[in-house]
């Protein structure tokens, strides 16, 4: 069907290709049909990292992103900062996670009405508050279902709904604490410490986004909405993977490394001649690549370091040897020899160094798009690519309620009367 379509002027593709429930929405050329969420809205009440990180997911892959802020102040993240984008009041912090997005302010405690309006010509709610909270407003799952019965309902929390910590507030670095990420990151013997970014956040929009998918696609059998919940909490616990596995079955309690690994040597950061180079090797002939290179082979001759078992047991002596090693040159020299390696590497690069790199170049990682304030925002591309879907920057970050009218006008069907005295009662701005 597609290849006849194809034959087609773009100007007569206004097909219904990828409708949605109720005809929400109809993708009108190519591109949407490419988009593997085109015809599906999203109605975002979240705020910092996680909710919108999720969100900014599903907007990549063409879904429409309806993003509630609260009027006046909007998203808490658009205050972070310093720094801010050049020229402008916007914060890096939230220009990270909200393109592809429609900015709405509503005033949630007295326009429901029109969250119940937009939640029935919607497919996805997600929501990142306290629990409890939209409830009382009348917001909650039980009361969005009745209107909705069809809506995907997404919740992000802290802890979850039940247990002792279920109304605490959550930020990544506590869920980060309680779940022993902190515990288990930072140098041998020293303080524990915080990852340089919010992993945990990222890691629970990424459940979001697939449960959120997977709800969708089940929708298409049942007909039927749900209640998804995800919290920080669980998602840090389940990420523990080998470490946590190591404590539930072979009694192991967990210790930090620093950039070393507890059953991999060599495997870590090398102090160079100017940085520092990480290399890993995770089979003995990737080991032997590693000392030909480095020109110590003759430590391949020594039992103790002859398989990985014999070097995990023995780093102590191993790792001093390599590390005097690759203090001799710099990581532009060890670049060079391990050009061609069996073994993984790279040199620890600051953030001026990653973005100049040539391979992220290559890849274009790197999207500028011009901004509402006449500036030109810079953002990171999506990471996964498809051999047929669109997977893209669309649009840059919005400002807070830029899409206001639009969206009352062209979703609501709202007149300019009724959007002026929503503005003058303070219900939306």
């Known amino acids: 069907m597609f290849a006849f379509l194809l034959k087609w002027p773009k100007s007569r593709l206004l097909l219904n290709i990828c409708n949605s429930k109720n005809q929400r929405h109809i993708c009108t050329n190519i591109e949407d049909a490419k988009s593997p969420l085109a015809g599906i809205r999203v109605l975002d009440l979240t705020r910092i990292i996680a909710g919108p990180y999720c969100t900014m997911i599903l907007g990549d892959l063409g879904a429409e992103i309806l993003k509630v802020e609260k009027p006046g102040t909007g998203d808490e993240a658009r205050k972070w900062g310093p720094p801010f984008m050049k020229g402008t009041k916007e914060s890096t912090y939230f220009l ?15 326009g429901k009405d029109i969250i119940y309006e937009l939640a029935k010509k919607s497919d996805v709610l997600i929501e990142n508050y306290v629990p409890g909270k939209l409830k009382k407003m009348g917001l909650g799952y039980e009361d ?40 288990i990151t930072g ?5 524990p410490c915080k990852v340089g970014v919010a992993v945990t956040d990222m890691a629970t929009g990424l459940y979001a986004h697939g449960a959120i998918l997977a709800a969708l696609y089940q929708r298409m059998r049942t007909k039927k909405g749900q209640w ?30 620093g950039s ?25 002939i990737q080991f032997l690549d590693l000392l030909k290179r480095m020109h110590l082979m003759e430590l391949s001759e020594l039992d103790k370091y002859k398989n990985n078992k014999a070097r995990v047991e023995n780093r102590d002596e191993l790792l001093p040897i390599l590390r005097e090693k690759f203090k001799t040159k710099s ?15 790279g040199p620890i690069n600051t953030m001026k160094e990653v973005f100049e790199d040539p391979h992220i170049k290559h890849v274009e990682m790197i999207q500028e798009l011009d901004h509402a304030t006449g500036k030109k925002v810079k953002v990171v591309a999506p990471a996964v690519t ?32 009724r959007i002026e005295t929503l503005k003058k009662t303070k219900i939306v701005q």
């Open 144 to 183: 969005i279902s009745k209107v909705a019965p069809h809506l995907i309902y997404c919740s992000l929390t802290g802890y979850g709904y039940e247990g002792p910590y279920a109304n605490r507030p959550g930020y990544d670095v506590i869920a980060a604490s309680i779940g022993g990420l902190l515990h």
């Open 331 to 345: 990581n532009k020299e060890w670049t060079i020899i391990f050009e061609g390696a069996s073994f993984p590497y």
């Open 386 to 417: 498809y051999s047929y879907a669109t997977n893209k920057v669309r649009f840059a970050p919005p400002l807070v309620g830029q899409h206001t009218d639009k969206i009352l006008k062209t979703i609501l069907n709202y007149t300019d009367d």
């Open 228 to 257: 998804i919940q995800c919290n920080l909490l669980a998602t840090q616990v389940a990420s523990l993977i080998n470490i946590g596995s190591n404590y539930l079955n072979a009694d192991k309690e967990a210790v930090r490394w």
């Open 260 to 284: 070393e690994h507890e059953s991999i040597v060599p495997y870590e950061a090398f102090p160079t001649k100017d940085g520092y180079m990480t290399v890993g090797t995770g089979s003995d």
């Open 187 to 191: 140098q041998k013997n020293g303080p």
């Open 96 to 110: 990270c996670v909200n393109r592809n997005k429609k900015s709405i302010c509503i005033n949630l405690k007295e």
